[in-house]
């Protein structure tokens, strides 16, 4: 009977939950503020794990933000190394997710199109 739920996609969702809770709870860099883990991809091989993670509140605080990750990532994947039961840790890569960003850019435009069709009566003739 084939998995329909590879291992790598169970390993990626703990390392999320964990990972969240190492950044909120542990980790004290300043350049690190609110973010929020959107996601974790795993390699196959468990070598790497790619974190995408937002912002709450300044947009401009990215690059500070993934420096921040980035220069915390030895202790980040440290800390995980205590929490899961894996041979390997992967290594972590942080990208700035962006696509909540554009999807509340969206949303935004397509209410705004509405409130400005409705304004003109509503139908288009």
């Given at each position: ?13 703990q390392v ?91 949303s935004q ?17």
């Amino acid at each position: 009977m084939p998995r329909d739920y590879p291992r790598s996609r169970r390993i990626a969702e703990q390392v999320q939950r964990e990972l969240s809770d190492v950044i909120q709870l542990e980790l004290n860099d300043p350049r690190v503020g609110m973010i929020t883990i959107t996601d974790v991809e795993v390699t196959p091989d468990n070598a790497c794990a790619r974190v995408y993670f937002t912002l709450l509140g300044d947009a401009s605080k990215v690059e500070e933000t993934t420096a921040g990750l980035r220069h915390a990532a030895g202790f980040l994947r440290s800390r995980l190394a205590h929490r899961l039961k894996l041979r390997t840790v992967p290594q972590l890569q942080f990208k700035f997710d962006s696509s909540v960003e554009r999807g509340m850019r969206l949303s935004q435009l397509i209410d705004a199109a509405v409130a400005e069709d409705s304004g003109r009566g509503g139908r288009r003739k």
